[in-house]
Structures are given as structure tokens and as C-alpha cells.
């Protein structure tokens, strides 16, 4: 009973980051895509947002490293795979709405 393992007495989980340089790798979020991300490639992110604007958002950026991190963003390879995922995006609202009546 008493070598039963303590929780984490300040209540935080530990992070656990990895210290190597940015070796990431990106992959198009587009269906039936799933292409490596280059150096020079032209690439967006996209997003989506449920609670920010009181109804469900897509958002569409230029590539940011920085945004890119970020959890819950889809790179894209490109204008077709952005159009893709903006359809599928619809789709599914389209799909939920049809549902729930
Ligand atoms: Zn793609």
C-alpha cells in the first residue's frame, strides 16, 4: 500500500518537450493527398473554430511556422487541397445539419 506511486503534487502534468531542432514533419491534410512538405513549397494552413464566432468556422492562412505548431491546424499542399478540405469542411456541416432534424 505504501509504495503506490504519488500523484504529482503540483497537480500539473509534466511536459515532456522534445528538445531537438524543428524537425517536423508536415503532410498535406488533403484527401487523398498526404504529400511530405518541401522547403519552398507554396503551402496554407487551415483551421476550424466551433465556439470563437458562435457558429463553425474555417479558417484559411498563409503558411506560418508558428501557426503551424499549433494544435488542430491542417497544412495544405496547395490551392486544390485547400479546396478539397473547404468542401469536405461543408460537407459534413451539411451532413450534421441533415441529421439533427
Ligand atoms: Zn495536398
Known amino acids: 500500500m505504501s509504495s503506490e506511486p504519488r500523484p504529482n503534487p503540483?497537480?500539473?502534468p509534466v511536459l515532456t518537450r522534445d528538445s531537438k531542432p524543428a524537425t517536423t514533419m508536415f503532410r498535406c491534410a488533403g484527401p487523398n493527398c498526404g504529400v511530405l512538405k518541401g522547403q519552398n513549397n507554396?503551402?496554407?494552413l487551415m483551421w476550424?473554430?466551433?465556439g470563437e464566432w458562435g457558429a463553425p468556422t474555417l479558417f484559411l492562412a498563409p503558411w506560418?511556422?508558428?501557426l503551424a505548431q499549433?494544435?488542430?491546424t491542417?497544412?495544405?499542399c496547395g490551392e486544390?487541397?485547400?479546396q478539397k478540405l473547404q468542401s469536405q469542411f461543408m460537407d459534413n456541416l451539411i451532413a450534421s445539419r441533415t441529421a439533427a432534424r
Do not use: Q
Request: aromatic fraction near 14%.
Open 10 to 12: 503540483t497537480g500539473s
Open 42 to 44: 507554396r503551402w496554407w
Open 48 to 50: 476550424t473554430s466551433y
Open 64 to 66: 506560418s511556422d508558428d
Open 70 to 72: 499549433r494544435e488542430g
Open 74 to 76: 491542417m497544412p495544405v
Open 80 to 82: 486544390r487541397c485547400a
